[in-house]
């Protein structure tokens, strides 16, 4: 690809011309929205295909977070180089590409070629969301940048909201014991719904390509400070900002603590209260609505509380639900599991924007790192399988109550302050 701008782009669109970058980039936000919650299908859907154990079945996140861990300082070095646009169009191919991957997997029923296929989603989701939030801001007018922003991601939680009524709908059979012939019926389950995500998404990369982006989308985005440090040097200054490591070091946690409570709600509920796979994705579905409620609910009180004092408070407010989930179990301890999305909600906004605060020149860098921070979702939810597996789905819950305890000591042992929540997961 050539970094040089396109001379028919030079000129910035005005009228509906000017809109239509919007409406294409923001759908990105519901896109990838959609594959991540899809995960909290695909879980005990191969579960039961495969006859997996719990952490077996926990790979599905290992695999999809592992493509965001190894592709996000690739995906920053290659928008810094080739522009926005060059970034949206590979992601979305990518993303595209794992899509298709999956009838191959299907046809074959090898669990590992679906592991394959997810670690090549997120592999293309890593491009997007490493691309999304920055253009947002320079498709129109400055003033309105963090208006952009703030509209392309209520999106997010509506994607995945779409994604979990795919898999409950098209996915999830709620046949709990199956014969020969289901195995193979359950295998294909996922054939149709992720042939027509990745048709969707290469007509969208398609809509990109032919799309007339304002010239800051298609040029070296390198920032001139920035493009002066080696890559030892933003290195070793980040290294130098305590506050910086420690908000890497919450991320993990947090996104562990996310990733693993969302997969294993329909675990937990059906090993509680005894219902189907089919019947419990309606747990996760309004863990999705508090979290979308949290965020408003969130982005209001930080006008009044500064920001890590806030994060603080419901982290420890999530200790409690969990610890209650962990220990008492059954119905009331699948919805302290549920109210655990009401206060997750205003996290990783809030954990990004306070690490990355007074970097600087090393802004870009940092915001890499914490993009590869959230392996903890592949980590931790492989940890809370295997605690699983060797004792209850119950016990397993502490895993994500040690990760609110990280997170309630990086709040309440942070400088106070208010910051821009433009920046969302």
């Not at 782009?9 to 980039?25: H, N, Q, R, Y």
């Not at 408070?313 to 655990?340: D, E, P, S």
């Not at 009401?342 to 802004?363: D, E, N």
Request: proline share 3%; glycine share 10%.
């Amino acid at each position: 690809m050539d970094s040089t701008p396109d001379t028919s782009e030079t000129k910035s669109p005005k009228g509906f011309a000017a809109i239509w970058p919007i409406i294409l980039i923001t759908a990105l936000f519901f896109f990838w929205g959609m594959a991540n919650n899809l995960n909290d299908i695909l879980i005990p859907q191969f579960k039961k295909t495969f006859t997996l154990t719990d952490f077996q079945s926990g790979l599905v996140q290992s695999a999809f977070y592992m493509g965001y861990f190894l592709l996000a300082l690739p995906a920053g070095f290659f928008m810094r180089k080739f522009g926005y646009k060059a970034v949206v169009i590979t992601g979305l191919c990518l993303f595209a590409l794992g899509a298709l991957l999956f009838y191959p997997a299907a046809e074959i029923r090898q669990y590992n070629w679906f592991l394959a296929a997810l670690f090549v989603i997120a592999s293309g989701l890593a491009f997007l969301e490493t691309s999304a939030n920055p253009l947002m801001t320079i498709l129109g007018d400055e003033k309105h940048a963090a208006f952009r922003l703030n509209l392309a991601q209520a999106f997010n939680p509506l994607g995945s909201l779409v994604g979990l009524w795919i898999g409950q709908t098209f996915i999830l059979s709620g046949i709990e014991k199956l014969d020969a012939a289901d195995f193979v019926r359950e295998a294909k389950a996922v054939q149709t719904p992720y042939l027509i995500i990745g048709a969707v998404i290469l007509l969208w990369a398609v809509l990109v390509i032919f799309t007339k982006f304002p010239r800051a989308a298609t040029v070296n985005t390198h920032d001139a400070d920035e493009a002066k440090l080696t890559t030892g040097q933003a290195l070793g200054g980040l290294l130098k900002h305590k506050h910086f490591l420690m908000g890497v070091v919450a991320q993990f946690f947090y996104v562990g603590a996310q990733v693993g409570v969302w997969s294993y709600t329909i675990r937990y509920a059906q090993s509680e209260i005894g219902i189907t796979d089919k019947a419990a994705a309606s747990y996760v579905i309004a863990a999705l609505i508090l979290f979308a409620i949290g965020r408003f609910i969130g982005t209001g009180l930080l006008r009044f509380v500064p920001a890590t004092k806030l994060l603080g408070v419901f982290a420890v407010i999530n200790i409690a639900l969990t610890g209650y989930a962990a220990t008492a179990g059954g119905q009331y301890g699948l919805y302290a599991m549920v109210g655990c999305s009401l206060f997750m909600s205003i996290m990783f906004p809030t954990i990004f924007a306070t690490s990355v605060r007074g970097l600087g020149p090393l802004t870009k860098t940092g915001a890499s790192f914490l993009v590869m921070s959230i392996i903890g979702g592949a980590a931790l939810t492989a940890v809370m399988g295997k605690v699983s597996d060797m004792s209850h789905i119950k016990t397993a819950i502490f895993v994500p109550l040690l990760c609110f305890v990280v997170i309630a000591l990086y709040g309440l042992g942070s400088k106070s302050a208010k910051v821009d929540m433009t920046k969302s997961h």
